[in-house]
T-cell receptor, first 113, second 111 residues
Framework: KAGVTQTPRYLIKTRGQQVTLSCSPI?????VSWYQQTPGQGLQFLFE???????NKGNFPGRFSGRQFSNSRSEMNVSTLELGDSALYLC????????????FGSGTRLTVV | DQQVKQNSPSLSVQEGRISILNCDYT??????FLWYKKYPAEGPTFLIS?????DKNEDGRFTVFLNKSAKHLSLHIVPSQPGDSAVYFC??????????FGDGTTLTVKP
């Protein structure tokens, strides 16, 4: 079956702009999580959605927001981009509780100039 | 304050030998722990997990050990193969909460 699909793969934006990233989970997976990866910072948890509801949120400013649709697809939005937002943004999906681990997408590489 | 720490950013071992990757955590509420493997330009891939009620879980060449009293987790790879060269992330979670990840350890297995 198809894996987790993230679009676009690469994105270049200017400081101050806003951006929307998309994630299509594995069919049947209802939980979608978003992570930010920067060099030396590991994977920082942004938020998790389950059945269209935000279930958990990490320590990121309000400029970072997300939503999940009825088909479990999820979007993440970052407004008023800052240079420090340049990172790899990873989406992961699971059935409900990830005892068997999340399945990650390949990520969206965002560069803010 | 980072709840999951991987204090070794890199590890190099010879093919055929054992690789031991370590992870420490601070939150005693974590109820399961996972290891992920990541190749360049790809998302992390789930490798192995362990529930907090166990102290060992084995899957082929990969074994995860959990020492709850020390809040320490380790991944053993025996024997190590060149294809195991990747970044390994340790993760921990409380039920119905997002996973907290370490910064990763880059493993290099030399032929």
């Amino acid at each position: 079956k198809a894996g987790v699909t993230q679009t676009p793969r690469y994105l270049i934006k200017t400081r101050g702009q806003q951006v929307t990233l998309s994630c299509s989970p594995i069919s049947g997976h209802r939980s979608v999580s978003w992570y930010q990866q920067t060099p030396g910072q590991g994977l920082q948890f942004l938020f998790e959605y389950f059945s269209e509801t935000q279930r958990n949120k990490g320590n990121f400013p309000g400029r970072f927001s997300g939503r999940q649709f009825s088909n479990s697809r999820s979007e993440m939005n970052v407004s008023t981009l800052e240079l420090g937002d340049s990172a790899l943004y990873l989406c992961a999906s699971s059935t409900w509780r990830s005892y068997y681990g999340y399945t990650f997408g390949s990520g969206t590489r965002l560069t803010v100039v | 304050d980072q709840q999951v720490k991987q204090n070794s950013p890199s590890l190099s071992v010879q093919e055929g030998r054992i690789s031991i990757l370590n992870c420490d955590y601070t939150n005693s509420m974590f109820d399961y722990f996972l290891w992920y493997k990541k190749y360049p330009a790809e998302g992390p891939t789930f490798l192995i997990s362990i529930s907090s009620i166990k102290d060992k879980n084995e899957d082929g060449r990969f074994t995860v050990f959990l020492n709850k009293s020390a809040k320490h987790l380790s991944l053993h790879i025996v024997p190590s193969q060149p294809g195991d060269s990747a970044v390994y992330f340790c993760a921990a979670s409380v039920t119905n909460a997002g996973e907290a990840f370490g910064d990763g350890t880059t493993l290099t297995v030399k032929p």
